[in-house]
C-alpha cells in the first residue's frame, strides 16, 4: 500500500475517528487515504479551530484527537491549538505536511523548520522519513500525547514518503496499566491526614479522571471532608453537594481563599502547576500532593508530602485505611455560607445591561444538569467559574492554563460531536468570538444544534477592569461590532437580541430547546468586577 494509507490505517488502529483540519497540496495523498478510512474528516475555515476541536475532543474522551494542516501557513496557524492543548493537558497529535525531503523543485517556498517550532511547546515533535517508519511513529505519538501528563504531540509527513509504497503494517493499539503509588507514600498520606485537625481536598484538572471521581465519591462519603475546586476541576464531584465549599476564581481575597487558608492540611489532587495558581500564601499548613507524577517545585507550590502514581489507586488505598477523626470543618461552612450568600448578590437583578450574576444564574436556571457550557476567555469565565454549580463531570468546558481566546465555539461543536444527545451552549465575548465565527459555517455544515450567547461589551472587558483597577486611563481596549444578528443569519444560523433581562431568560429558554444554531446578542454590565474580584471579600467576616 501507500505510505498515506499506512498511516491512516495506523490512526484507525488506534481508535481515531475524526481528523480536523484545513488540507493542503502536500496532504492530498492523505486525503485520499482518509476518504477510503473509516475516519471522517471535518474540514474547518482555520487550523487554529481544528486543532481546539481536536484538543477538546482528546479532553472529553481521553484519547487523542488529531488535527491536520499542510506546510509553511498552515503549520504556525496550528500553533495556539498545539499550547492550548500542552498546557491543558489535553491529548492531541497534530499533523503537518511538508515539501518532498528527497529531492524538492521548488526551493524554500514556504519552508520553515516546523518541527524544531513545535519542539517547545510538545511533548514529541518528529518528522517521518520513510514508510517503514510509520506504524510506529504514529503509535508512539499518540502513546506520548495520552501519557500522563497528557498533552500534545507533533508529526511532520512529507509528500514523497506519503507516495511511497511499504509492506509495513499497522501497530494495534494497547492498554497500560499506570504503577501504584508506594506503600510507605501511602502509610504517611493516611498518618497526615488522620493527624490534621482541619483537612480539606483542593481538587485539580489531573482530578478529572472518571476513576478518580468514582475513588473520590467513596473518600468524601466516608470522611465527610470539604472539597474545593480550581477552575479545571469544575464538575468532577457535584457541586451541588453539602460539602462544596467554592470555586478558586481569580481573587486570593475570596471565601474560598479564605477557607483554605483556614485549613492545617490541604490535600491537592490532580493539581496542575499550568493553571492559574488557586493556592496563594500558604504559611503554615501542610500541603499533600497526589498526582500522577511527581510536583513541578515554584515559589508558590512546595508540597510537604507527595503521592506519585495512579490517582483513583491512592484514594481507594487512603479511603480503605484512614479512620475518621473528630475534625473541625465549621471555618470552611462559615466561608460556604458567605460564599452562597454573596453569589446571590443580583442574581435576579433586572438591570440591563444584564449583571455577570444574573447572567449566570439564568444558566444555572434553564440548563439541564447535563447540559455542556463551553466557555471562550473573557471577564464572564470568572464569574461562571465562581458562581455556576456544576452538576456532572465536564460540563464546564473553560481554558485556566493557556487561557486563550478564541476556543469557545470550536470546542463546543467538538462537545456537541462527542454528546449528540446533550444541549450545548457557548458563552463568549465579542472579541473572543470574533476570531473564529468562520466556523460558525463549519457548525451550521455539520448540522450541530447550540446555543450561542455573545456578551457584548465593546471591548475587552477583562483587560478594561485591569487597567481601571489600575487608575490608568480608559486607551487601546474598545472597538465596534458588527451586527450579530445579520452575521449569524449570513451564516445560515439564526440571530437574536436580546434587550432585557426577562427577554433574555426566555430566549434562552426556547433556543437551548430548539434544532439549529441560536445566537443571542446579550450586552453585559462588567461595572461590578472590582468589588468581586479586587476586593478584600472575606476580611469582614469572622471566619
Keep these: ?15 481515531v475517528k475524526y481528523v480536523f483540519g484545513v488540507p493542503g497540496e502536500e496532504n492530498l495523498a492523505l486525503l485520499e487515504a482518509i476518504r477510503k478510512s473509516s475516519i471522517e474528516m471535518i474540514t474547518t475555515r482555520d487550523e487554529q479551530a481544528a486543532v481546539f476541536m481536536a484538543a477538546t475532543l482528546g479532553r472529553l474522551s481521553g484519547h487523542v484527537g488529531v488535527a491536520l494542516s499542510t506546510l509553511g501557513p498552515g503549520a504556525t496557524n496550528l500553533v495556539t491549538g498545539v499550547a492550548y492543548a500542552q498546557l491543558g493537558a489535553m491529548p492531541l497529535l497534530v499533523i503537518t505536511g511538508q515539501k518532498p525531503i528527497k529531492r524538492s523543485k521548488q526551493g524554500k517556498f514556504q519552508i520553515i523548520d516546523v518541527v524544531g517550532m513545535m519542539r517547545p511547546i510538545t511533548k514529541f515533535s518528529d518528522t517521518i522519513v520513510s514508510a517503514e517508519r510509520i506504524p510506529s511513529s504514529v503509535y508512539h505519538a499518540i502513546r506520548i500525547a495520552e501519557k500522563e501528563r497528557p498533552g500534545a504531540t507533533h508529526l511532520e509527513f512529507p509528500e514523497d514518503i506519503a507516495e511511497e509504497e511499504t509492506e509495513s503494517k499497522p501497530i494495534l493499539w494497547q ?23 482541619s483537612p480539606i481536598l483542593l481538587l485539580g484538572s489531573g482530578a478529572n479522571r472518571r476513576l478518580v471521581r468514582k475513588q473520590l465519591i467513596n473518600f468524601i462519603n466516608k470522611t465527610d471532608i470539604p472539597f474545593i475546586t480550581t477552575q479545571l476541576g469544575k464538575g468532577v464531584i457535584d457541586e451541588s453537594d453539602r460539602r462544596f465549599i467554592g470555586t478558586a476564581a481569580v481573587s486570593e481575597k475570596d471565601f474560598v481563599h479564605a477557607a483554605l487558608k483556614r485549613a492545617d492540611l490541604i490535600v491537592m489532587v490532580g493539581h496542575d502547576i499550568f493553571e492559574k495558581p488557586p493556592v496563594l500564601d500558604i504559611k503554615g499548613q501542610k500541603l499533600v500532593h497526589i498526582d500522577f507524577s511527581a510536583a513541578d517545585i515554584d515559589d508558590i507550590y512546595v508540597p510537604d508530602l507527595e503521592i506519585v502514581g495512579d490517582i483513583s489507586h491512592a484514594l481507594w488505598a487512603l479511603t480503605e485505611r484512614v479512620k475518621v477523626k473528630n475534625w473541625d470543618f465549621s471555618k470552611f461552612y462559615i466561608a460556604q455560607k458567605e460564599l452562597e450568600k454573596s453569589i446571590l448578590d443580583n442574581a435576579d437583578s433586572d438591570h440591563f445591561p444584564i449583571k455577570p450574576q444574573r447572567l449566570v444564574s439564568t444558566l444555572r436556571k434553564i440548563l439541564p444538569r447535563d447540559a455542556m457550557l463551553s466557555l471562550d476567555n473573557g ?5 461562571i467559574a465562581r458562581n455556576y454549580p456544576a452538576y456532572e463531570q465536564n460540563t464546564v468546558l473553560l481554558d485556566n492554563a493557556l487561557a486563550t481566546m ?63 483597577a489600575m487608575k490608568l486611563a480608559d486607551y487601546g481596549l474598545n472597538f465596534s461590532n458588527p451586527d450579530f444578528v445579520k452575521l449569524a443569519e449570513s451564516f445560515g444560523a439564526n440571530g437574536h437580541k436580546a434587550t432585557s433581562t426577562e427577554e433574555f431568560e426566555k430566549m434562552l429558554k426556547q433556543y437551548v430547546n430548539s434544532p439549529g444554531i441560536h445566537l443571542i446578542d446579550l450586552e453585559i454590565d462588567y461595572s461590578e468586577n472590582e468589588k468581586y474580584f479586587g476586593k478584600d471579600l472575606a476580611a469582614k467576616v469572622k471566619i
Excluded at 471577564?379 to 464569574?383: D, E, S
Design 379 to 383: 471577564m464572564y469565565k470568572l464569574w
Design 175 to 197: 492498554k497500560t496499566r499506570r504503577p501504584t503509588p508506594d506503600e510507605k507514600a501511602i502509610d504517611a498520606l493516611v498518618e497526615t491526614v488522620e493527624a490534621a485537625k
Design 406 to 468: 478564541g476556543a469557545g465555539l470550536p470546542a463546543a461543536m467538538a462537545a456537541k460531536l462527542s454528546y449528540p444527545d446533550r444541549k450545548v451552549v457557548v458563552v463568549a465575548g465579542d472579541g473572543g468570538f470574533l476570531m473564529n465565527v468562520a466556523d460558525l459555517e463549519t457548525a451550521k455544515r455539520l448540522g450541530l444544534d447550540m446555543t450561542i450567547v455573545i456578551v457584548r461589551d465593546n471591548g475587552y472587558g477583562m483587560i478594561k477592569w485591569k487597567q481601571d
Design 1 to 15: 500500500m501507500k505510505a498515506a494509507e499506512l498511516f491512516v490505517k495506523s490512526l484507525e488502529a488506534s481508535n
